[in-house]
């Protein structure tokens, strides 16, 4: 088991390059390290009695209500959005409790996973249910964020090149509110990023290996700063 295990979260717009910077510096890390999506599968294979013991029964509770109904909602409706961000936060937990992983790298994490639920939904207070995002991050104090940015119509080009791809925005690829909606993502990332000092910015619109460099550095502070 790893004495401490460090989260490295990536988030920004869709076609931002976040799982792309993920598998590059993964394959560049020489650290004990895994991906989210690989620790994900890990989890759901661990013993059931471990389950238990690293999720509290609320969220356990909830994560099975919500099962229930994800088959009624399209693949990226409200009820999947919730289920995701809840299976999120218990790996997270289980990552810090019971991980033998130094570094954990995840290219749709806590706050991807809030900032698309409130994307797919009408809420009045927008600012209030921010605030509440805001609460939850800060008890997860291993969790370092890196914000991909990115020019909005080089993102909108990518996500038209990537092909078919299960999102909110493949949904309106072909709509005159693309943009829009786009721009409204970005205001609800840069609303988060106001209140948090855990988050670095990368420019993911410069060139793979310049990102990846400039990357490096701030992961070999994070290291220096934690060991």
């Known amino acids: 088991m790893a004495a401490y295990t ?30 989210y999506n690989e620790l994900t599968k890990e989890f759901l294979q661990a013993s059931l009695i471990k389950k238990i013991l690293s999720i509290p029964l609320n969220q356990i509770f909830v994560i099975a209500c919500l099962g229930l109904y994800i088959e009624l ?6 009820c999947f959005r919730m289920t995701s961000l809840m299976k999120t936060i218990v790996v997270y937990r289980y990552s810090i409790k ?17 900032v698309s639920l409130i994307g797919g939904n009408t809420i009045n207070n927008t600012a209030k249910y921010l605030e509440k995002t805001n609460y939850i991050l800060s008890n997860y104090p291993n969790v370092q964020f890196v914000f991909c940015q990115i020019n909005l119509y080089d993102a909108i080009t990518r996500l038209k090149q990537r092909g078919n791809h299960i999102g909110r925005f493949n949904e309106i690829i072909e709509s ?4 829009e909606e786009y721009d409204s993502e970005l205001k609800r990332f840069n ?17 793979l290996k310049e990102t990846i460099s ?3 550095v701030y992961l070999n502070q994070l290291n220096y700063e934690t060991n």
């Open 98 to 114: 019971f991980s033998k992983y130094n570094k954990v790298y995840v290219d749709h994490g806590l706050i991807q996973g809030f």
């Open 73 to 78: 909602k399209k693949s990226n409706g409200f």
């Open 176 to 179: 005159d509110e693309l943009y």
């Open 214 to 216: 400039r990357l490096q």
């Open 191 to 207: 609303f988060i990023i106001n209140d948090q000092k855990r988050v670095v910015k990368i420019d993911t619109s410069k060139p």
């Open 6 to 35: 460090q989260i490295i979260e990536f988030f920004g717009v869709p076609a931002c390059g976040k799982s792309t910077i993920v598998n590059e510096i993964l394959d560049k890390d020489n650290s004990c390290s895994i991906k």
